[in-house]
Every structure is written in C-alpha cells, then in structure tokens.
C-alpha cells in the first residue's frame, strides 16, 4: 500500500502541515498545495431522485452511485436525513472505507396527504412515536420530521395549497423527547412561521427553514443546534420560473442572508447540505454569496460539521491545486481525495 504524503495548508484553520495516509509502503506526494480534512453533506437523500411524474424513491443501485459521486468530490461523510430506510440504515449500519461514512434518519415521518405520495409512507399522528421508535430500534441515529408542507394529491403538491403544520407541536415535542431518551437527534424540515415552534420544542437540526427569525437563532444557538439552509434548494434559479416566482425567490434569498450573517454571532451551527439539486461546493459558494466568509462556509462544509455529527476528519483529505479562499471554484474540482487512508481520487 502506497504511504500518501500531503505538504501544505490545511484548512479552514490554515495551518501549514505534512499529513501521512496509509500504513506501509513507499511514500508519494499528495497533488494539491491546499487540504481539507473532508467535506460532509449534512442534508443528502441518497435514495431520492426524479423522472416523469416527479420526485420518488429508488434502490440499493442508486444510492451506490450517488455515493461514488460524492466521494469524488471529496465528501467523506454523508448525512442522509430520508428516504428508502432500507437502503439508508443498512449503509449507516456498515463500515466500507472506500466510500464517505453515513449518518441516516430512515424513512420521512408525514401524515397522509403533507408529502410527496411517492416518497414515504404516511404516518397518522397517534402512530408517531411507534413510528420513531421502530426507526430507532433499527439503527437510525435521527429522525427526519416533515414540519410542514402543502396539501398533496395524487401527483404531488396542490397548487397555491398553502403549507400548513404537520403534527400538532405537542407531539413532536414528544417525539424529541423519545429521540434524546435513546441518544438520537430530531431534523425537521420547515418553510413556515412553524419554524418557531419546533425550535422551542428542542428540535436539534433546522432543515431548510426559509422563516426563520433572529429569535429562532438565539434560542437554536444556545442549545448548539444547526441549522441547514440548503440554499441550492431554497433559492437556485428555476429555469421555468415565472416573474413572480423569481421575485419572491429573489427576497427568500435577501432574506436567508440577513439570517444567515446573524447565526454565527447567536452560536448556531450553519452546515451544507445538497439536497437532490446541489453539491457541497455549490452550497459553499452560495453561502458566500449570502453573507458568510469563506472561511466560515468551508467550517460549516468540512470541521464544524464534523464536530456536531460526532465525526472525526482523520484519515480523510481532499485537496485543491489553488486556495479555495481566494479561489473558492476549484472546490468543484479536487486534485486528489482519500478517505480512511486511502486515496480514492
């Protein structure tokens, strides 16, 4: 096995290093003047994509390549909150070091009608918890919450149906509780004014969360929680958009960087997440474009993320031929990446 050797700047501390991967065998120069000790993807659905009818759920196969794409890229964990929990907590449940490690919530938990048909299988409020508790029991380290979302028929989300509330706040301050009780953690997607309540109730991760307020952070910040704006979902240019639309995205997006630029000072956790429409490195970009520095973004992509997942980057390196600091494109293209020691790039 061939001893890889980086010299250069590791960020996004900075520092100036020599890094050695592997155990035995003759050593040889990492290419790449610039090293991070991996990218995660806080917010990634492994098993969802698309085709004719929309958005839905596919198999073992696909997974398997959106995860060889991923590692390319440089990502050396993977937090996938939904989707085929057949799939996910079998991946989360096996170590392969040729692949990023991952982290799975299981299925979406969604009442009948408030999520895509083709994606989950509904949840009536009274089988919540027993919902929960099954994904627990089979390995799930979070719980993927729907906290809001528009009525749905049978090809997807009604037209100009307004969001509403999912499960009564009461309910899922119970599904917290049961989720802490047994070591695991709550993620709750959100678009809404709901968003304050879920904070409140102790939700640990904020996914999406297009409303929320400086409040919501103050009290998200003082418990360590995250929050995942996905932005490449929230507010990417939709090439079949109509005027309207690109002015409301125009001022979710002048909006989510007020909020964006006030989460660090609250202590809030900003991490990146692709979604089914983004990369890790399009997200940093967008990040910096929304008021963070890139310093601050390639935390939120990389050791910060690290941190609050309970992960560890060592053994893991993706590196670039320019400073992504002055040069934040050549993230998009990695000049070399290993994971567990093992260079697979």
């Known amino acids: 096995m061939t001893t890889w050797v980086f010299e250069g700047t590791v960020l996004p501390a900075g520092d100036t290093a020599r890094l050695e ?18 990218l995660v993807d806080s917010h990634c659905h492994l098993t969802v994509g698309t085709d004719d009818l929309g958005p839905r759920l596919f198999g073992s196969d696909f997974a398997a390549e959106r995860l060889e794409e991923l590692a390319a890229a440089g990502v050396s964990a993977v937090r996938d909150v939904g989707g085929d929990r057949t799939v996910t907590l079998k991946l989360a449940g096996i170590q392969d070091d040729s692949r990023p490690v991952v982290l799975a919530a299981g299925r979406f938990l969604a009442p009948p009608g408030r999520y895509f048909p083709r994606m989950h299988e509904p949840v009536q409020p009274e089988d919540l918890l027993a919902a929960v508790g099954a994904e627990l029991d089979d390995g799930a380290t979070w719980v993927k919450l729907i906290g809001d979302f528009p009525a749905v028929g049978p090809d997807g989300p009604i037209r100009d149906s ?22 695991a953690r709550v993620a709750a997607h959100t678009n809404t004014e709901i968003v304050s309540d879920l904070v409140r109730v102790g939700v640990d991760s904020i996914e999406h969360g297009t409303s929320i307020t400086e409040q919501d952070l103050e009290t998200l910040g003082a418990r360590a929680g995250a929050w995942t704006p996905t932005l490449c979902a ?23 960087s007020s909020m964006l630029q006030l ?10 997440g692709s979604d089914v429409v983004g990369t890790v490195a399009g997200e940093i970009d967008l990040l910096v474009k929304h008021g963070l520095t890139v310093d601050q973004a390639l935390v939120a992509a990389s050791t910060g993320a690290q941190d609050f997942l309970g992960l560890s980057g060592d053994g893991n390196l993706v590196t670039y031929d320019a400073d992504p600091r002055k040069h934040p494109e050549v993230l998009a293209t990695p000049a070399a990446v290993v994971l567990q020691h093992r260079r697979i790039r």
């Open 21 to 38: 991967f592997g155990r035995s065998g003759a050593a040889d120069v990492l290419p790449g003047r610039f090293g991070v000790p991996g």
């Open 162 to 183: 307004p969001m509403e509330q999912t499960y009564q706040t009461a309910l899922v301050e119970a599904v917290v509780q049961l989720a802490h009780s047994r070591g």
């Open 234 to 256: 929230s507010v990417g240019p939709r090439p079949d958009a109509t005027p309207e639309q690109d002015k409301r995205r125009q001022a979710r997006s002048e909006y989510l």
């Open 263 to 272: 989460a660090d000072r609250y202590g809030v956790r900003v991490l990146t």
